[in-house]
């Protein structure tokens, strides 16, 4: 049972290239919540804690879950029970939702687990587990074990249902388990839905097919099971150290073949198998059977032979063919004893009369954690085109973000997210370095601010009636274009500072200079969702402040289209003063 066997099968099959026949997938390890579908919360949890450094401390519950003996406590143990459990619920699951035909997992088939008890090497009964993921959608399943042992453990899970047969071919009389007798039918509900057929030492190729395949036949004619599951314990062949039965390779794969025959959605599972280089050869060969190609007798070279010449050489030297041939032990199994049991089992199969019914409900709830409709989507992402992509767009939105990581831009709305075909609109930042980038060629204009209450109505109206673009971003540069620049003209300045006349008795621009202007370097500033000002909240304002000056008989500087200011006139002036100035001005001109 060591999983070295795993690895030497799983090495054989990728170097005779049946691999390309398939698709391999790493299922993950079935979870505590998934065990206790059939074990107890108990017995999963002291799994999940034993280890061989505090094995001491639970010697109590050692005893009682049978652990110990023929179970023995290892490292990495609970690991191994979720690998060996995942791996039959996700092909359970994958024949479920039609992904497959025939799923394979060659670490399963530990048949002997119980519902709070290890036996016979196996913890965690990862068959009944796959069954249960099975009759999640499949009214009836039909489970064929071939191992020597009997498979107890999986016939005493559904030994009072229907809606599960069990069907095992054992050696029985003082052999392990002590178990499946031929009377041993069920019971309940469950009666003559359990079939056993004990055997003794030394069967062959010919005696086994002559009993397997007619019952095995009327099993498919009486229950017409949805699926099948196929559990291939490989201690039955011939050489084994604890089996005593003498079964050639082929004589084995001929089950698998003739279960395959029926076309039903099939769960193969490994099982016992105590020499490790007849386990290989036979899982191989049967994979080849079930994915249909044949493969030769002789071993190719693998990466297996080049790192461990002397194990290779001991296990498959020194024929290195992939067979397993029949010794010439005797075999106990007569033609009348055969007979017998064959004729008492088929007529307990007559006695079900027909295939039973389920009634038509509701697919049970998801385990814990596990949701259907994730999984048929995995399985898409797997299987189709871009498979080889690291992320897709599901599992993007799937992603969790750290609070600390990532923050929502100011101008991203629903939810964090701009709507489809919204630009992103520029900040002073960007608009700044691109301002510098491409200088004064860029072709883009300076807008004219409005100054007077009659322009900033204008624009009023004319951006409430305008719809908002994308192109519409209007955006001042404040260093280019200074506030401080329309509070006097540089010339008035000058002449103020020769003449010697105060600014303050001039006319004072501070009040509206200092109000914010509506341009585009603010706009972003004020335009905003948490309630701050807008830019018509702003353009009112203005037209207040301007309307009020006027009234009290200040002046404001207007640049015109030319770009000159002009010069500030004050409606108190005497009419001898602007007779004056325009004699003034008549006699500079030429």
Same mark, same amino acid.
């Given at each position: 049972m060591k999983p070295h066997r795993i690895r030497m099968t799983h090495s054989l099959i990728m170097n005779y290239g049946l691999y390309k026949k398939m698709e391999i997938y790493r299922a993950k390890p079935a979870t505590k919540h998934e065990m206790c579908q059939f074990h107890t919360d108990e017995y999963v949890d002291f799994l999940s804690k034993v280890t061989p450094d505090n094995m001491d401390q639970y010697a109590k519950e050692q005893g009682k879950y049978n652990? %110990?003996?023929?179970?023995?406590?290892? #490292?990495?143990?609970?690991?191994?029970?979720?690998?060996?459990?995942?791996?039959?619920?996700?092909?359970?699951?994958?024949?479920?939702?039609?992904?497959?035909?025939?799923?394979? $997992?060659?670490?399963?088939?530990?048949?002997?687990?119980?519902?709070?008890?290890?036996?016979? =090497?196996?913890?965690?009964?990862?068959?009944?587990?796959?069954?249960?993921?099975?009759? !999640?959608?499949?009214? !009836?399943?039909?489970?064929?074990?071939?191992?020597?042992?009997?498979?107890?453990?999986?016939?005493?899970a559904f030994y009072t249902t229907?809606?599960?047969?069990?069907?095992?071919?054992?050696?029985?009389?003082?052999?392990?388990?002590?178990?499946?007798?031929?009377?041993?039918?069920?019971?309940?509900? %469950?009666?003559?839905?359990?079939?056993?057929?004990? *055997?003794?030492?030394?069967?062959?190729?010919?005696?086994?097919?002559?009993?397997f395949e007619p019952v095995i036949g009327a099993v498919m004619e009486w229950y017409r099971p949805d699926a099948v599951v196929l559990q291939c314990g490989a201690d039955s062949l011939s050489g084994d150290r604890l089996?005593?039965?003498?079964?050639?390779?082929?004589?084995?794969?001929?089950?698998?073949?003739?279960?395959?025959?029926?076309?039903?959605?099939?769960?193969? *599972?490994?099982?016992?198998?105590?020499?490790? !280089? +007849?386990?290989?050869?036979?899982?191989?060969?049967?994979?080849?059977?079930?994915?249909?190609?044949?493969?030769?007798?002789?071993?190719?070279?693998?990466?297996?032979?080049?790192?461990?010449?002397?194990? =290779?050489?001991?296990?498959?030297?020194? #024929?290195?063919? *992939? #067979?397993?041939?029949?010794? $010439?032990?005797? +075999?106990?199994?007569?033609?009348?004893?055969l007979e017998k049991i064959r004729?008492?089992?088929?007529? +307990?199969?007559?006695?079900?009369? =027909?295939?039973?019914?389920?009634? *038509?409900?509701?697919?049970?709830?998801?385990?814990?954690? =596990?949701?259907?409709?994730?999984?048929?989507?995995?399985?898409?992402?797997? #299987?189709?085109?871009?498979?080889?992509?690291?992320?897709?767009?599901?599992?993007w939105d799937q992603r969790v973000a750290r609070e600390d990581e990532l923050s929502d831009s100011e101008d991203e709305g629903m939810n964090g997210r701009r709507p489809n075909g919204v630009k992103r609109r520029r900040n002073e930042r960007s608009y700044r370095e691109t301002g510098q980038q491409s200088g004064s060629a860029s072709g883009v204009g300076t807008p004219v601010i409005p100054t007077s209450a009659p322009d900033l109505q204008a624009t009023k109206m004319a951006s409430a009636n305008e719809e908002p673009t994308d192109d519409m971003d209007i955006e001042?540069?404040?260093?280019?274009?200074?506030?401080?620049?329309?509070?006097?003209?540089?010339?008035?300045?000058?002449? $103020?500072?020769?003449?010697?006349?105060?600014?303050?008795e001039d006319v004072d621009m501070g009040d509206i200079a200092d109000k914010p202007v509506a341009t585009g370097a603010n706009i972003d500033k004020l335009d905003t969702v948490d309630g701050k000002k807008t830019q018509e909240m702003e353009v009112d304002d203005a037209c207040a402040d301007l309307k009020d000056k006027e009234k009290e008989g200040s002046s404001a500087i207007i640049k015109t289209e030319a770009g000159e200011p002009s010069k500030p006139t004050s409606p108190a002036a005497s009419k001898e003063e602007r007779e004056a100035a325009a004699h003034a001005d008549a006699a500079t001109k030429p």
């Open positions: 652990v %110990g003996d023929d179970c023995p406590v290892f #490292d990495g143990l609970f690991e191994f029970c979720g690998i060996s459990g995942g791996g039959s619920m996700e092909g359970a699951a994958r024949l479920n939702r039609g992904k497959c035909d025939i799923a394979i $997992n060659w670490s399963g088939g530990l048949h002997h687990a119980k519902k709070s008890e290890a036996s016979g =090497f196996c913890y965690i009964n990862d068959i009944v587990l796959g069954i249960i993921e099975l009759l !999640r959608y499949k009214q !009836r399943v039909l489970y064929i074990d071939i191992d020597v042992h009997h498979g107890d453990g999986v016939e005493e229907d809606r599960v047969m069990t069907v095992s071919f054992h050696k029985y009389g003082e052999y392990f388990p002590g178990t499946g007798e031929l009377r041993d039918i069920g019971v309940g509900a %469950g009666k003559y839905y359990a079939v056993n057929f004990p *055997l003794r030492d030394g069967i062959t190729d010919g005696t086994y097919k002559s009993v089996g005593c039965f003498n079964l050639s390779m082929k004589g084995h794969a001929n089950c698998v073949g003739y279960v395959k025959s029926f076309n039903l959605p099939t769960l193969v *599972l490994g099982g016992g198998g105590y020499t490790m !280089r +007849n386990v290989a050869r036979a899982w191989t060969y049967e994979t080849g059977i079930l994915v249909g190609k044949e493969v030769g007798p002789q071993l190719p070279y693998s990466d297996f032979y080049e790192v461990y010449p002397a194990i =290779f050489l001991f296990y498959f030297g020194p #024929d290195y063919e *992939l #067979d397993v041939r029949p010794s $010439n032990m005797e +075999n106990l199994n007569s033609k009348e004893y004729t008492q089992v088929i007529e +307990n199969l007559s006695r079900t009369k =027909f295939a039973p019914s389920v009634q *038509l409900t509701d697919v049970p709830r998801d385990p814990e954690g =596990f949701n259907e409709e994730d999984g048929i989507l995995d399985d898409m992402e797997e #299987d189709g085109e871009g498979a080889d992509r690291r992320y897709t767009q599901r599992r001042i540069d404040e260093d280019s274009v200074p506030i401080s620049s329309l509070r006097d003209p540089p010339d008035e300045k000058i002449r $103020n500072k020769e003449a010697g006349a105060d600014e303050d």
